[in-house]
């Protein structure tokens, strides 16, 4: 079993950044596509992007494109997901999850989730 605990989150200002990391424990985390989704209150998660094994190709969601960037230390078991220029509508609890697979858009695809971490932006 794969654990997943995210870190990073708080409340900021509109237009400042933040960086959420995620650690794994229990797999090859060298071996997972690593995703981070979102879900605001009364909305469905949605999807933010996902990192390929061995940092080979990132892709994010339209929304967050020029803006996150994701990276990964496999040597620390850790993604990371920094966050520039947020903006209110980025308010939500962010998720970070594991596939075994190659990695999709679908958050049925990933296997583990971690508890989330709320991040709030005000204008």
């Known amino acids: 079993q794969v654990q997943l605990v995210e870190s990073g989150g708080g409340l900021v200002q509109a237009g400042t950044s933040l960086r959420l990391s995620c650690v794994a424990s229990?797999?090859?985390?060298?071996?997972?596509?690593m995703g981070w989704f979102r879900q605001a209150p009364q909305k469905e998660r949605e999807f933010v992007g996902f990192?390929?094994?061995?940092?080979?190709?990132?892709y994010y969601a339209d929304s967050v494109k020029g803006r996150f960037t994701l990276s990964r230390d496999n040597a620390k078991n850790t993604v990371y997901l920094q966050m520039n220029g947020l903006k209110p509508e980025d308010t939500a609890a962010y998720y970070c999850?594991?596939?075994?697979?190659?990695?999709?858009?679908?958050?049925?695809?990933?296997?583990?989730w971690g508890q989330g971490t709320q991040v709030t932006v005000s204008s």
């Open positions: 990192i390929r094994r061995s940092n080979l190709g990132t």
């Open positions: 229990g797999g090859t985390f060298s071996s997972l596509v």
């Open positions: 999850a594991a596939d075994r697979s190659g990695g999709t858009r679908n958050l049925g695809s990933y296997e583990y």
